[in-house]
């Protein structure tokens, strides 16, 4: 192989790692609308793209949050199933196992499976709430938004130093 051969061959993984991340965001999204407005899919997909990229910092921040927050979630739940696991191996059958470590790891890649699956929902639920509260923020002012204020002040201390933009999201007309 040549470095040329190489070079394309990193870049089209790259491409293709950026494509797959991509259009599971935009499905997500676009899930997220449909069920917020009704819209039909490709509307709810570009809605949702530009309703993201007008919001990107705000979002990414959040998520930025979340995920670290998620990730010690999964770290806490593994711990904290696996070392009462191996203490209680330990103590009632010591004696009788040649080899704790085999049941204890087992015990943590079952922990780790269960907390991936429950911060997977819980993520989601994050990014939903999220999504649904820039588009709320979009479309209503002041007393009329249905998120409440402590929500708001939450996410906007998120971005300080950003300037907002308003523009409403649904247009009955498209």
Request: hydrophobic share 45%; with cysteine.
């Amino acid at each position: 192989l040549t470095f040329k051969q190489v070079r394309r061959k990193f870049a089209c993984c790259v491409v293709c790692c950026f494509e797959t991340s991509m259009s599971r965001a935009l499905i997500h999204s676009a899930s997220k609308i449909q069920a917020i407005f009704g819209y039909p899919f490709c509307k709810a997909a570009r809605m949702g793209f530009f309703l993201i990229l007008r919001n990107s910092l705000r979002i990414s921040a959040v998520s930025v949050v979340s995920q670290f927050i998620l990730f010690i979630g999964k770290v806490f739940i593994t711990v904290a199933s696996t070392v009462p696991g191996y203490l209680y191996l330990e103590k009632n059958y010591g004696n009788e196992l040649n080899f704790v470590m085999v049941p204890t790891l087992l015990i943590a890649v079952t922990a780790y499976a269960a907390s991936e699956m429950f911060n997977e929902v819980f993520g989601m639920s994050i990014s939903t709430i999220l999504q649904c509260f820039v588009a709320d923020e979009e479309m209503f002012e002041g007393d009329e938004r249905f998120a409440p204020s402590s929500l708001a002040g939450t996410i906007d201390s998120t971005q300080q130093g950003t300037k907002k933009k308003k523009k409403v999201v649904p247009d009955g007309g498209n």
